[in-house]
């Protein structure tokens, strides 16, 4: 099956620093989404976006579908970012999570 | 827009007994709902998919008589988890994909979760 791969595992910032985040997945995919999930489980839909670019105030994400990957930016980072980000991909109805990255921004 | 809730938030549970956990769309109409269970520090894993008015498909090594899903109508979606034992227990997130003003077909939308602790 597909194959997510999102790094960095973990990423510590200061408040004010900026941050990509990247996806990585191993075939075509219909649908890519980036979410975040805040301290309390709650998933949060960031971005659905499967190829291009799109912004949504200091986020941002790009997906270039034809080198299968995502990145995802975080500028002016505050310490409501902390979570975990994870990327998914939608090769045929469902989607197949990567393994998420936990930022933590620190004050 | 585009809300799915989720009750309850929290359950704790002795060995033996069944628990239901309920999901609604709340401002569209969910016609394909999606059950995920995380446990901690892991990614979500799917365990199943519900269209309304069918039988879920379960996902490879997800047991569907431990695991009931029912969905009856286009705003809820039930999951009870039978029999429950301490291994079950783990964070089980319900998301909904459906039709309406505030919905996009594109997008799965995920309610709040519910923690389960068999004791």
């Known amino acids: 099956g597909i194959q997510v791969e999102q790094s960095p595992p973990d990423l510590i910032l200061q408040e004010g620093a900026n941050s990509t985040l990247r996806c990585n997945f191993s075939d075509s995919v219909n649908n890519l989404q980036w979410f975040h999930q805040n301290p309390w489980g709650q998933l949060i839909n960031l971005f659905y976006?499967?190829?291009g670019t799109k912004q949504n105030g200091r986020l941002s994400a790009t997906t270039v579908a034809t080198e299968r990957y995502s990145l995802l930016y975080i500028s002016s980072s505050q310490t409501t970012d902390s979570g975990v980000y994870f990327c998914?991909?939608?090769?045929?109805?469902?989607?197949?999570f990567g393994q998420g990255t936990e930022l933590s921004v620190k004050p | 827009g585009a809300v799915v809730s989720q009750h309850p938030s929290r359950v704790i549970c002795k060995s033996g007994t069944s628990v239901k956990i309920e999901c609604r769309s709340l401002?569209?109409?969910?016609?394909?709902m999606f059950w995920y269970r995380q446990f901690p520090k892991q990614s979500l894993m799917l365990m199943a998919t519900s269209n309304e008015g069918s039988k879920a498909t379960y996902e490879q090594g997800v047991e569907k008589d431990k695991f009931l899903i029912n969905h009856a109508s286009l705003t809820l979606s039930t999951l009870t988890v039978t029999s429950a034992h301490p291994e079950d227990s783990s964070f089980y997130i319900c998301?909904?994909?459906?039709?309406?003003?505030?919905?996009?077909?594109?997008?799965?939308?995920f309610g709040p979760g519910t923690r389960l602790t068999v004791l």
């Open positions: 976006i499967p190829s």
């Open positions: 998914a991909v939608e090769p045929g109805g469902k989607l197949i």
């Open positions: 401002d569209f109409q969910a016609t394909t």
């Open positions: 998301s909904a994909r459906g039709i309406g003003q505030e919905a996009s077909t594109d997008t799965q939308y």
